[in-house]
């Protein structure tokens, strides 16, 4: 054999078993609701809990990326897409919709989900102890924090009595969010005028809406779109002088009046945590479910202030953080 003919040989040997090996990374599907910029800091999270378990993202694991970009119609096939694609694990963190198109698309690939719901009734799970199947994840439980959003709006502005829920109406916590906003807000007194929007230019209408209507405070209810629209929710806000909050602290941080909810950021590491678990070999069905031990109130003092707002003592003083 000529020398030419010979090293070229000898590098197809040795070239072989490098891309078998890298074609044995493990491949995760990230399968989210939103829009990537809105949410690099939960993704910086999410591979920092994955990171923890000692899995590094271009190193010796591959994350694929499936954004529907606000439309869940699309959710779907971008699931079936993972599942063709024969990912390790899917990861739907913050979005209820994504982890029922996961479930539906497949039997046998573990998926960890984030959802706002109650998953053993969204019938993701068989319980939180015992998930069962090849589905666990973490539930922030903001569905059920209606009633305390519609609270820490009366303490913040108590002799607002027109206020307003936005809500997507496709999101599977709509109902459970209004049922118990609804039974406070009449425990209260207060009037709750119910919005929908299910896009960005559907949020940019609301806002007409509001100012016709002569609306006192805005609620936000806890949806994926909205989460991935809070920049563009606290600027329409500030322009309209609307008092508003909502369950991500990223809202209050870009202007929104307040928060409460989750601390969301952990959650995208604990979730990072789970797939990197999963990957080692610990099985789905034997990972309980997690829940957020507590949830944040967070109080923007000046957006209150812009608008003219003087937020009571004791509000602040139970306050997790205060911007000012």
């Keep these: 054999m000529k020398r030419r003919k010979f090293l070229a040989a000898l590098a197809g040997a040795t070239a072989w078993p490098f891309a078998a090996q890298a074609q044995q990374v493990p491949a995760i599907g990230f399968l989210h609701g939103g829009l990537p910029e809105p949410n690099a800091r939960m993704v910086a999270a999410f591979r920092k809990g994955l990171a923890e378990t000692g899995y590094v993202d271009g190193q010796n ?96 502005l108590p002799h607002a009595t027109r206020l307003a829920a936005l809500i997507n109406p496709a999101s599977s916590l709509t109902d459970a969010f209004l049922s118990d906003l609804r039974g406070t807000a009449a425990t209260l007194g207060l009037d709750v005028q119910v919005l929908h929007a299910g896009n960005e230019t559907e949020i940019d209408g609301v806002f007409t809406t509001l100012v016709q209507s002569r609306i006192e405070a805005l609620m936000i209810a806890p949806d994926a779109l909205f989460t991935s629209r809070r920049a563009q929710l606290a600027a329409l806000c500030m322009r309209h002088a609307m008092p508003a909050t909502h369950m991500v602290r990223e809202f209050a941080e870009a202007g929104g009046l307040m928060s409460y909810g989750p601390n969301l950021v952990n959650a995208y590491g604990q979730i990072g945590i789970y797939t990197g678990r999963i990957l080692k070999g610990e099985k789905p069905a034997d990972l309980p479910v997690m829940q957020p031990i507590a949830f944040e109130l967070v109080i923007n003092l000046k957006t209150a202030r812009v608008l003219g707002l003087a937020v009571p003592d004791k509000l602040l003083a139970i306050a997790d953080e205060v911007i000012e």
Aim: glycine residues 12%; neutral net charge; charged residues 15%.
């Design 61 to 156: 694991v591959a994350i694929e990326f499936r954004w529907a970009a606000g439309h869940d119609e699309r959710l779907p096939e971008l699931a079936a897409d993972l599942v063709r694609r024969r990912v390790s694990v899917i990861a739907t963190p913050l979005s209820t919709q994504a982890a029922l198109a996961a479930k539906s698309a497949t039997a046998e690939i573990p998926i960890v989900f984030g959802t706002g719901g109650d998953p053993v009734a969204l019938g993701l799970i068989a319980s939180f102890n015992r998930p069962g199947g090849n589905v666990t994840g973490i539930s922030f439980m903001t569905a059920g924090i209606g009633g305390k959003v519609v609270g820490l709006v009366h303490e913040a």
